[in-house]
Structure formats: C-alpha cells, structure tokens
C-alpha cells in the first residue's frame, strides 16, 4: 500500500543520531545561516524552521525547493562544524510512503544462540542486497515473532516511494536469500497489524490489557519470562 506524502515544502536529509543531536544543538542558527546563504544566490526559497526526525533533520521551507537550492543546503549541513560529511546522505524532497512486509527470516538468526533478529540486522541485511540498492528507508524496520510457538518472524519495511508505489511494485513477490533461508517480499497496510502482547504473546492485544496471571517465555512459551529462559529451560 503506498499513501500519499507529506507536504513538499520540507527538506529531509538523512543522517546519524550522533550528528542530528550536535546540529540541533543551534538549529535557530543554522536556519538564519542557510538564509544567508540562499539570499546570497539570490534565491527565491527560505528556510522557517528545523526539526529532528528519526532517521536525521527536516528543513521546512517557504516554497518547494528546487535542484539548486538542494545544492546550497547539501554544502551547509555537509560544511556545518562537528558534523561528518561522510555521515550526511543527500537531501531530498518528501515522497510518498509504501508499506512491505519480509516473511521467511528465522526470527533467531544464529544457531545455538538466544539472540533474536533486531531492526539493526534487517538494516545490514537489506544493505547487503542489490535489491534495495535505490531504496531509501523511511522508518527503522519492525521485527515480531510470527507467534510464541515459531521460530519464524514477520519484518515490517517503509520505504520512500512515489505516489504510483512504483518502488513497491518492483520488489513485490521478489524472493533473497538470507544465509540458508529463501525470504519474501509481500505488500503490507500501512497498520502492520494487530497488536502482539509481550507479556503472553498472543495476538490481538497489549501488554497493559493483558489478563493473564504471570508471564510467558517467547522462546519455549514456559511459565516464566523470556530472560529467565536459560535458568527455566
């Protein structure tokens, strides 16, 4: 499913936690310093505010900027002190947001090992496939166990896409390996879901409304919590 976007009068640039929490330290600063800049090449676009999200910063802007504008903003943050430009990808406009879902990943990678698959995993995972190569995520992925009895799970994928979902169309039904596993992608809605209770591990609700007396491990679904598992099983 792919939704419309959000207004384009907005600037996303991707970066990491670290520089995001150094450049909004002075973001009223650096909105009047990408001002100056603007105005100096006698550009028609300027900046109103800038906010952190979490994949890095959104500038919003007083018009929809153009390639040239794109340009000037990209040299500033890129130039800004104590930021990595290594760090910094491209500034982009918004677009649109398509929803997918990866099934066929054991939700324990690693044999002999009680460490299951996190958002962090699924992130190398995809940058590691040729697939994904021009896909731009648009939140971190999700990660459920399919239910307390699988080994299996459920990935749940944003991606920036036009409002055609052509991006999602293209990687609907493909199939990649991950290690010994062949793993599909499906179309997803926008809501991955019911909810799934971290307490009993049933479907259908959350923790806080769950009923049952005490808990249930998701590894062995015994009558103890999932990091008692080892000193239960």
């Known amino acids: 499913m792919t939704t419309k976007g959000p207004l384009r009068k907005q600037v996303i640039i991707s970066i990491n936690k670290d520089n995001i929490n150094v450049f909004m330290k002075n973001s009223s600063l650096h909105a009047a310093n990408i001002n100056s800049q603007l105005r100096n090449a006698k550009l028609e676009v300027l900046t109103d505010y800038i906010c952190a999200n979490p994949l890095g910063i959104t500038i919003v802007t007083s018009k929809v900027c ?4 794109l340009l000037i903003i990209d040299q500033y943050i890129k130039n800004s002190n104590n930021v990595n430009a290594l760090q910094v990808e491209e500034s982009c406009l918004p ?3 398509s929803y997918l879902k990866i099934i066929g990943i ?8 009680q460490e299951h698959l996190t958002s962090s995993d699924i992130e190398s995972i995809l940058k590691q496939n040729h697939i994904f190569n021009n896909i731009s995520l648009a939140s971190r992925p999700r990660v459920i166990k399919v239910s307390p009895k699988s080994d299996m799970s459920i990935i749940w994928i944003d991606i920036w896409d036009v ?3 052509s991006n999602a169309k293209m990687l609907i039904n493909r ?3 991950v290690g010994w596993y062949i793993t599909t992608i499906r179309g997803a809605n926008m809501n991955p879901g019911v909810p799934q209770c971290k307490n009993c591990w049933k479907w259908g609700h959350m923790m806080f ?5 005490g ?16 000193k239960f099983g």
């Open 95 to 97: 677009k649109s947001k």
């Open 209 to 213: 409304s769950c009923r049952i007396q």
């Open 66 to 69: 153009q390639q040239s504008d």
């Open 106 to 113: 054991p939700f324990y990678p690693h044999a002999n090992s």
């Open 163 to 165: 409002q055609s979902g």
């Open 175 to 177: 199939c990649f390996n």
């Open 215 to 230: 808990s249930k491990c998701i590894k062995c679904n015994g009558p103890h919590k999932s990091g008692n598992h080892r």
